[in-house]
């Protein structure tokens, strides 16, 4: 069966924007053109694609599952018109999107430094990881910094580089002993960062093997406002120390082991898992590289 690659787009518009008009618009055809599209489409899968319920198009279960594959399809085709099978790093002037979280500010900024370092044009942006794993593989996102792997999707490659500690970190003052027990770590109140019901807490979880009671003090969304807050207060913060470390230094904290056995946390790079884009193998190359260099001699690969 022979498919003409412009629906593709068409669908892709479509689902996007779940309207013929705002949908030509996006793609520079007329709405007429893009109902014509739509019609074939529906024939061509044995679906409405797009039902309408009221004043609006609803994407249907199947339009929903493609909707993803799709992006990975079309981003692929866009690196093999845009950059062919060569990418030059000291000429390419193009934007690469690295998805990070606010902690691993450290060895984001040591992975721009070592890009920017023999590709001087190209522009970046650094953007939180939320749904970082869909973003990554519809295109709008090149790589990902991650922490606390979860199963990620097909289509998708994880590089692990390694394992990360945990530490406690208090203000420079704060009346807790250098080596606390459980009952005097566990007296203080403590920072909580918080993503949400979901929010995976291995501190919380270790605690409570022992029955140990803690408080949560503070509730902030994110990193950067826990070492601050913990900076100004009498709270405890306790996170990632490799990944903290360099960071408590600029916000005047002590560090501390904390009194309970958490379990490692694991920290790599994620990709889209395709042959088609040259410039994808070298951005992970290098960052594996710049990763390496900055973990794993001090804390072994995982």
């Not at 689902?15 to 705002?22: D, K, N, P, R």
């Amino acid at each position: 069966m022979t498919v003409d690659l412009n629906l593709l787009t068409v669908l892709h518009a479509l689902l996007e924007h779940c309207s013929t008009q705002a949908a030509a618009d996006s793609i520079g055809r007329t709405q007429s053109a893009v109902s014509h599209s739509l019609g074939r489409l529906r024939s061509l899968f044995n679906d409405p694609i797009l039902e309408r319920r009221g004043p609006r198009l609803i994407p249907t279960e199947l339009a929903l599952r493609m909707q993803q594959p799709l992006q990975s399809i079309l981003h692929d085709v866009a690196n093999l018109i845009v950059g062919g099978a060569q990418f030059d790093p000291k000429s390419s002037d193009r934007q690469i999107v690295i998805a990070a979280r606010d902690l691993a500010f450290q060895p984001t900024m040591a992975i721009y430094r070592s890009l920017t370092a023999d590709a001087p044009n190209l522009r970046f942006r650094i953007v939180d990881a939320d749904d970082a794993a869909d973003r990554l593989l519809g295109g709008q996102i090149d790589l990902l910094v991650s922490i606390y792997h979860n199963d990620l999707p097909k289509g998708l490659e994880l590089h692990n580089v390694t394992n990360l500690g945990w530490s406690t970190f208090a203000r420079k003052g704060h009346p807790i002993s250098s080596d606390p027990s459980v009952e005097e770590w566990a007296s203080y109140k403590y920072v909580q960062v918080y993503m949400g019901p979901d929010t995976k807490n291995p501190v919380e979880d270790a605690v409570a093997v022992g029955n140990t009671k803690r408080v949560a003090g503070l509730q902030v969304d994110s990193f950067i406002k826990a070492l601050h807050m913990t900076s100004q207060t009498d709270l405890l913060f306790t996170t990632l120390g490799p990944l903290a470390r360099p960071m408590a230094g600029t916000y005047g904290l002590r560090e501390i082991t904390p009194p309970v056995k958490v379990p490692l946390i694991p920290m790599g790079i994620g990709t889209r898992a395709t042959k088609y884009d040259p410039m994808s193998k070298w951005l992970l190359t290098r960052s594996l590289a710049v990763l390496s260099r900055q973990f794993a001699p001090a804390h072994g690969r995982a």
